[in-house]
């Protein structure tokens, strides 16, 4: 179909974090699709549109996009298709406050790879499951067990791209479970997959993991190098990470500033915004010395 090539650049687009240019593909592709009244088409360019609204942080077109997705591979009976739209439709839910309706679109997606026999899709849904894990049910232990599943499938086929995405849970959760060497081992192998790739977003998150790192092992200046750098590449792609919105990025700022002192915090902050992304990377590999 014509509209295949729109979506398949639009997507690439999407994975490189140039987001701007991937909506503006992907609503090519999906107003091409509806003009030619192609059903698979619009659902498809519709949910990866919504993807591309989440990551932008418009999460009422995220969620209207990934309804009406849903809705059509409901209706084509397409299952892998729709396990993959639950899984979006609950990724917005979780950062609009229902971890509820979240928990469940994760577990029907699971369900529904399970049976289809879907590796891939199973150890993606496993992970979103483990994320509800850690973060909703307050259980980092059935969480690491998900996400070392998770992480088996992926190295299994090979997959670095989904690879980097279990390890950076799986080190969230060592750090939850106070295994800080564990825990940046992970953080840091997900960032060299991430470097490799040219994946700013990913990037973003490991060094948001970093920071936390950083900061719990007694390193202020490190977390708000590391801090001003995640801030300086997250910006001009526009990528919405709830970890850097403005209430927890304050939150984060203004701890740093009482625990170094204004003059200090804003040298380490300046000293991360000044960085490339790839400087950054260099920059969370270099071992600070722990707080005595």
């Known amino acids: 179909m014509r509209t295949q ?77 729709v396990a993959g739209v639950l899984r979006l439709r609950g990724i917005v839910a979780a950062l609009e406050g229902d971890p509820v309706f979240t928990r469940s679109h994760f577990e029907k997606s699971l369900e529904i790879e399970r049976r289809l026999g879907n590796k891939p899709g199973v150890a993606t849904a496993l992970r979103q499951v483990g994320i509800t894990d850690s973060i909703n049910r307050g259980e980092p232990e059935a969480a690491r067990i998900r996400f070392q599943e998770s992480l088996a499938i992926h190295r299994e086929r090979g997959d670095i791209n989904e690879t980097r995405f279990a390890l950076i849970h799986l080190g969230h959760v060592a750090h939850q479970q106070g295994d800080y060497e564990q825990a940046r081992a992970l953080l840091l192998e997900s960032l060299a997959i991430c470097r490799r790739l040219g994946d700013k977003r990913l990037i973003v998150e490991c060094l948001a993991g970093l920071v936390d790192l950083a900061r719990d092992q007694g390193q202020p200046e490190r977390a708000a190098r590391l801090l001003g750098a995640a801030e300086a590449i997250r910006q001009p792609i526009g990528f919405a990470f709830w970890k850097l919105n403005d209430e927890n990025l304050s939150i984060q700022v203004r701890a740093l500033q009482e625990a170094l002192g204004e003059a200090l915090f804003t040298a380490a902050w300046e000293a991360g915004r000044s960085m490339t992304w790839r400087q950054a990377v260099d920059a969370a590999n270099s071992s600070d010395p722990p707080a005595r």
């Open 5 to 81: 090539p729109l979506r398949w650049t639009g997507e690439l687009a999407l994975v490189q974090g140039e987001y701007a240019e991937a909506k503006r593909l992907l609503e090519e592709a999906l107003d091409l699709s509806r003009e030619l009244m192609d059903r698979p088409g619009m659902a498809g360019a519709g949910a990866s549109l919504g993807f591309t609204a989440w990551a932008q942080g418009d999460y009422a077109r995220a969620r209207a996009l990934s309804e009406e997705s849903l809705r059509t591979w409901q209706q084509l009976g397409d299952d892998r298709e």
